[in-house]
């Protein structure tokens, strides 16, 4: 078997599967779900675990897998508007970025000095609209298309956003 050839034969209802699922989550958009489910296939296929099942088998595979991806992101989910902190001074700006996923906060986000930075506008504009978009618990590709720009670009500047706060 050919993984294209199975890839035409189940896009489709792959597509449909990952936009009924879509409603479950706002972090993600359809092509997100597809993507995932496109790269759980293809580890599943190297491993040669698809050879002798039929098409519904895979299909309710997928579905399943991208069922368990959505509850294990929104475990990880904590939204916080970057908004609300600049208009409260009160606001420990430290102990809101604690709480976020480690993917996001760069391993040690929560530094004194780097909470000064970003309040001190130690970012560009642009800097400061990606952690504000970030912080919204949206995906880099999400962020990518909110500003079109690339993923690859928004990847670039969380890369600078890190840079600056060591």
Not at 28 to 54: I, P, R, S
Not at 121 to 127: D, S
Request: charged content about 35%; some cysteine; hydrophobic content about 35%.
């Amino acid at each position: 078997m050919c993984f294209e050839d199975l890839l035409k034969r189940i896009s489709p209802n792959l597509k449909k599967i990952a936009y009924k699922l879509n409603g479950h989550s706002s972090h993600f958009d359809d092509e997100d779900l597809y993507q995932e489910a496109l790269l759980h296939l293809w580890q599943d296929f190297q491993k040669g675990k698809l050879d002798d099942k039929t098409d519904s088998y895979i299909l309710q595979g997928c579905y399943f897998h991208l069922k368990n991806y959505l509850r294990k992101a929104k475990e990880k989910v904590n939204l916080v508007s970057i908004d609300s902190l600049v208009d409260n001074d009160d606001t420990d700006l430290e102990e809101i970025l604690y709480l976020k996923d480690p993917k996001f906060c760069f391993n040690y986000l929560g530094s004194k000095m780097l909470v000064e930075e970003i309040k001190d506008n130690g970012l560009t504009k642009r800097e400061k609209e990606v952690l504000s978009l970030c912080l919204e618990g949206l995906t880099t590709r999400e962020i990518g298309k909110r500003l079109g720009v690339s993923h690859a670009r928004i990847v670039k500047i969380k890369a600078n956003i890190k840079r600056k706060s060591n």
